[in-house]
C-alpha cells in the first residue's frame, strides 16, 4: 500500500523529506532527535487536519524563500523566491507594511475606482455649493491605495537578493522546514492556506499561491482593516445622507435631481464596500492571526 503523504526519514542524515502520498518531493527539514538516526524505522508526523507540502524553488530560479538584505539598502526584506515582500526586519523584529496589498495590482484598481469617485464628485460640486466636500474622503481613499501600490511596485523592483546571504536570526525562528518537535509539518487552515507548525509552536509563516511568506504583525493589520472598513462605512452613510439632503433642499429640476440621485447612489456604494469587507477580512483571518490551538499529533508507521 501507498504511504501516507507526511514527513519521512531521509537519506540524508538528520533530515526528514516530504512524500505527498504519491511521489517524494525536493523539500526537506530537520528531523527532530528521535529520528535522527537512519537506521531506525521511519515514522511519519501527520495531524488531523490535511497536510501541504511547500513549494520549493529549483536550483536555477535563485535564491530560496527566506530573509536577505536587499542589495543596495540597508535593510533586510523577505524574498519570497520571486519578489520582495512587503516585510522587513527592524529595531524591534519583523514587521509587515500593514497598508501593502500583494499583488500591487489590486491596490491600484481600488485606487483608480475611488479617484474617479472622488473626481465625479468634484465635478458635480461645482454645479452645487452645497456638494464642495463630497469628494475630499473618496480622493483620500483613492490617494492611500494608489500610494500602497506604488510602494510596494518600488519595493519589488530592487535587485535579487545575493545566494547564501540569507539572515537566520533567532528573532524569525522558527524558519519554514525548521523542525523543533515530532509533527513539522504545513498544516492546511483552509483549502488554500497552511501555516508552519514546528513541532512545538505556530510560526509566522504561511503558504498561500504556492508562495511562502511571513505574517509578522498580523494581528495589528487585522485590526487596522477593521478599522478602515468602518471608515468606509462612515464615509458612504454620510454621502448618502448628503445625497439625501439635496434632493430635498435643491430645486426640483433634472439636473438637480441627478445630482442628489448620483451622490445618493456613491454613499450607498461606499458603504457597501465596506460592509462586503467585513467577511473579506474575516475570511482572511487566518493569514494575519496565529491559531489558538495545537494541532493534535497523530503518528503512524511508514511503508
Known amino acids: 500500500m501507498t504511504a501516507p503523504a ?40 501527520q495531524a488531523p487536519q490535511s497536510v501541504h507540502a511547500a513549494p520549493v524553488a529549483s536550483a536555477s530560479s535563485g535564491p530560496q524563500p527566506g530573509w536577505y538584505p536587499v542589495p543596495g539598502v540597508s535593510e533586510v526584506r523577505w524574498w519570497d523566491g520571486q ?3 512587503p516585510y522587513s526586519i527592524g529595531s524591534r523584529g519583523p514587521r509587515g507594511n500593514w497598508y501593502a496589498t500583494e499583488p500591487p495590482g489590486i491596490a491600484y484598481v481600488f485606487g483608480a475606482i475611488f479617484l474617479a469617485l472622488g473626481l465625479m464628485q468634484l465635478l458635480l460640486s461645482t454645479m452645487s455649493s452645497g456638494m464642495a466636500f463630497a469628494g475630499i474622503g473618496p480622493l ?17 523592483s530592487r535587485p ?28 492546511a487552515l483552509t483549502p488554500r492556506l497552511s501555516r508552519w507548525w514546528s513541532g512545538v509552536r505556530w510560526g509566522e509563516y504561511v503558504v498561500e499561491a504556492n508562495r511562502i511568506r511571513p505574517t509578522h504583525g498580523g494581528a495589528k493589520t487585522f485590526r487596522v482593516l ?40 456613491s454613499g450607498l456604494g461606499l458603504a457597501v464596500v465596506g460592509a ?23 503518528y503512524g508507521a511508514g511503508a
Open 160 to 187: 535579487a537578493p545575493l545566494a547564501g546571504a540569507e539572515v537566520l536570526d533567532s528573532i524569525v525562528q522558527p524558519l519554514p522546514g525548521r523542525a523543533e518537535g515530532d509533527g513539522a509539518a504545513w498544516i
Open 226 to 265: 477593521k478599522v478602515m472598513a468602518w471608515v468606509v462605512i462612515a464615509i458612504g452613510v454620510i454621502a448618502a445622507l448628503v445625497g439625501v439632503v439635496l434632493l430635498i433642499m435643491l430645486p426640483p429640476d433634472l439636473l438637480s435631481r441627478a445630482i442628489g440621485v448620483i451622490v445618493l447612489c
Open 140 to 156: 483620500l481613499l483613492g490617494a492611500f491605495w494608489m500610494s500602497a501600490a506604488i510602494a510596494l511596485s518600488i519595493v519589488r
Open 83 to 85: 519578489h520582495w515582500a
Open 276 to 298: 462586503i469587507l467585513f467577511p473579506i477580512i474575516h475570511m482572511r483571518r487566518h493569514a494575519m492571526l496565529l491559531p489558538e490551538h495545537a494541532p493534535t499529533p497523530m
Open 6 to 45: 507526511g514527513w519521512y526519514a531521509s537519506q540524508n542524515p538528520g533530515k526528514l523529506r516530504w512524500w505527498d502520498g504519491t511521489q517524494w518531493t525536493e523539500h526537506e527539514c530537520d528531523a527532530p532527535a528521535q529520528v535522527s538516526s537512519a537506521t531506525q524505522a521511519p515514522r511519519v508526523f
